[in-house]
């Protein structure tokens, strides 16, 4: 597709992303750290992987269309809360909330939007946990806070939506109400493996290597509290695009310009 030029100037484009390839650099980097100090401490890592991506201007294009938004800088910045994204998958359901409630702990990731599609999952079955955070990217001296989304999952629940995508995409967001009715019920049996597994798993916690049932072993468990279980404002995207955003990221980025 023929893309506009913005403001007809590539150099703020190229500015832009930079801010977001470097916030997404950050946020990678504090998530690997994560990664290995779970496996020192614990000798047990929740997190099976982590994968990263940049929107390209063709689907940053295609998302402003779709949102009846002019095609500027300044708009992208706004109401695109997705350019930078990760996606965490990890093994059991129970490990999302974890990993979210540690993300959250993290003194210069600020946490500005929850989206718990498992609590709350989508009609078409969608089920995964999105946090809009910002972080401080360093320009000159001066912090520009930049967004990124990170999006927690299962392996089952990426499974799935893997084939959801493809679905979505082949045929336009029109599929076939057979085929919507078939992945709606894969996502109920995906949803019923994960809480089968972290059962099973649970189970197993509760016996030492002799395979003896440990006495006081409470195998409750965890569940979203207040601070993990919300759903923000939605629309049809399922990236989780949201138009309100922080307001200190809005002025940081009025200075933008000057980098």
Same mark, same amino acid.
């Given at each position: 597709m023929n893309l506009p030029v913005f403001y007809?100037?590539?150099?703020?484009?190229?500015?832009?992303?930079?801010?977001?390839?470097?916030?997404?650099?950050?946020v990678n980097t504090k998530l690997e750290i994560m990664s290995n100090q779970f496996m020192m401490t614990n000798h047990y890592n929740p997190i099976e992987h982590i994968t990263s991506r940049l929107k390209t201007p063709e689907s940053i294009a295609k998302k402003m269309d779709h949102n009846n938004r002019?095609?500027?800088?300044?708009n992208i910045v706004k109401y695109i809360n997705d350019i930078a994204g990760i996606r965490i998958v990890c093994s059991f359901e129970s490990e999302i909330y974890n990993i979210a409630r540690l993300i959250k702990k993290q003194a210069d990731i600020k946490v500005l939007k929850i989206k718990d599609y498992i609590m709350f999952p989508k009609e078409n079955?969608?089920?995964?946990?999105?946090?809009?955070?910002?972080?401080?990217?360093?320009?000159?001296?001066?912090?520009?806070?930049?967004?990124?989304?990170?999006?927690?999952?299962?392996?089952a629940m990426d499974f799935w939506a893997s084939l959801e995508h493809k679905?979505?995409?082949?045929?336009?967001?029109?599929?076939?109400?057979?085929?919507?009715?078939?992945?709606?019920?894969?996502?109920?049996i995906a949803g019923y493996l994960d809480r089968k597994m972290m059962a099973i798993n649970n189970e197993?916690?509760?016996?030492?290597?002799?395979?003896?049932?440990?006495?006081?072993?409470?195998?409750?468990?965890?569940?979203?509290?207040?601070?993990? %279980?919300?759903?923000? $404002?939605? &629309?049809? #995207? !399922?990236? %989780?695009?949201?138009? $309100?955003? &922080?307001? #200190? !990221?809005?002025?940081?980025f009025e200075n933008w310009e000057s980098f």
């Amino acid at each position: 597709m023929n893309l506009p030029v913005f403001y007809d100037l590539t150099e703020d484009w190229n500015r832009t992303m930079f801010l977001y390839d470097s916030a997404l650099r950050i946020v990678n980097t504090k998530l690997e750290i994560m990664s290995n100090q779970f496996m020192m401490t614990n000798h047990y890592n929740p997190i099976e992987h982590i994968t990263s991506r940049l929107k390209t201007p063709e689907s940053i294009a295609k998302k402003m269309d779709h949102n009846n938004r002019e095609l500027t800088v300044p708009n992208i910045v706004k109401y695109i809360n997705d350019i930078a994204g990760i996606r965490i998958v990890c093994s059991f359901e129970s490990e999302i909330y974890n990993i979210a409630r540690l993300i959250k702990k993290q003194a210069d990731i600020k946490v500005l939007k929850i989206k718990d599609y498992i609590m709350f999952p989508k009609e078409n079955g969608y089920a995964s946990y999105h946090m809009i955070v910002s972080v401080p990217v360093y320009m000159q001296g001066h912090a520009i806070e930049t967004k990124v989304e990170i999006q927690i999952r299962t392996i089952a629940m990426d499974f799935w939506a893997s084939l959801e995508h493809k679905m979505y995409y082949k045929f336009e967001g029109n599929a076939p109400e057979s085929i919507k009715k078939e992945l709606k019920e894969c996502a109920e049996i995906a949803g019923y493996l994960d809480r089968k597994m972290m059962a099973i798993n649970n189970e197993i916690k509760g016996y030492n290597k002799e395979g003896e049932r440990m006495p006081d072993y409470n195998s409750t468990v965890y569940a979203s509290d207040e601070d993990f %279980g919300k759903l923000v $404002d939605d &629309d049809a #995207d !399922v990236l %989780g695009h949201s138009a $309100d955003v &922080d307001e #200190d !990221v809005d002025k940081s980025f009025e200075n933008w310009e000057s980098f």
